[in-house]
């Protein structure tokens, strides 16, 4: 069983589109959720933290559903620049477990 | 960035040989980790430190033997590695266990 599972898509959307990422972890006691992004063959790099309350930093909105064990990430008017893979990520105060990725594309 | 940084970026190894790739984080952090990332694989954790300690050894092969002589630096020690064993090595530091983590660039090693 995945600890972190994740649509691997892809997802090709046009410029400006509005995206939604999903994510569910198994481990109930998980603490800590994050969204990561990776270009290929580069490091994972932080994109966002994600809070119980739910969370936006700009065209990025992460929110969290504990009872239903679920992470999303909202992309808001897609820029060619967010084409990557983002990670979906989880907590349980000791490792952190990764998601396979999901790959976006934002096509001209 | 250069938060955290690893060397060597690239290493091509035989089988017999004996590598050590190096991590170093400036960024104040107190716990460190080696993940490894296969193609279509999700990020492996392989070691765990936390304050120099070893907190976490996910049944890594023996031809992989972490090093933390400070909080500062972690090595990786390669042996008699298998060509399975080619991958993205990527170090990693975060404030205290299971806080935001930040990677360095890691290290793509091939062996051959």
């Known amino acids: 069983r995945k600890e972190v599972e994740q649509d691997p898509g892809p997802f090709n959307v046009p410029e400006g589109a509005t995206v939604a990422f999903n994510c569910t972890y198994s481990?109930?006691?998980?603490?800590?959720f994050f969204w990561y992004r990776q270009d290929c063959r580069k490091e994972p790099k932080l994109l966002m933290s994600v809070y119980s309350s739910g969370n936006e930093d700009g065209r990025f909105t992460a929110q969290l559903n504990r009872a239903s064990q679920y992470i999303s990430l909202l992309i808001r008017d897609s820029k060619l620049s967010d084409s990557a893979t983002y990670l979906c990520?989880?907590?349980?105060?000791?490792?952190?477990?990764f998601g396979t990725g999901t790959s976006l594309t934002v096509i001209p | 960035e250069t938060g955290v940084t690893q060397t060597p970026r690239h290493l091509v190894m035989g089988m017999t040989n004996k590598k050590s790739l190096k991590c170093e984080q400036h960024l104040g952090h107190n716990a460190m980790y080696w993940y490894k990332q296969s193609a279509k694989k999700p990020l492996e954790l392989m070691f765990v430190y936390s304050l120099e300690e070893r907190v976490e050894n996910n049944s890594v092969p023996s031809r992989f033997s972490p090093e933390c002589p400070n909080s500062s630096h972690l090595f990786l020690h390669l042996h008699t590695l298998q060509p399975e064993d080619s991958a993205l090595y990527l170090c990693a530091s975060s404030q205290v266990l299971g806080l935001e983590a930040f990677f360095g660039q890691g290290t793509r090693l091939t062996v051959v």
């Open positions: 990520v989880v907590s349980d105060g000791n490792q952190f477990y």
């Open positions: 481990n109930s006691a998980s603490q800590s």
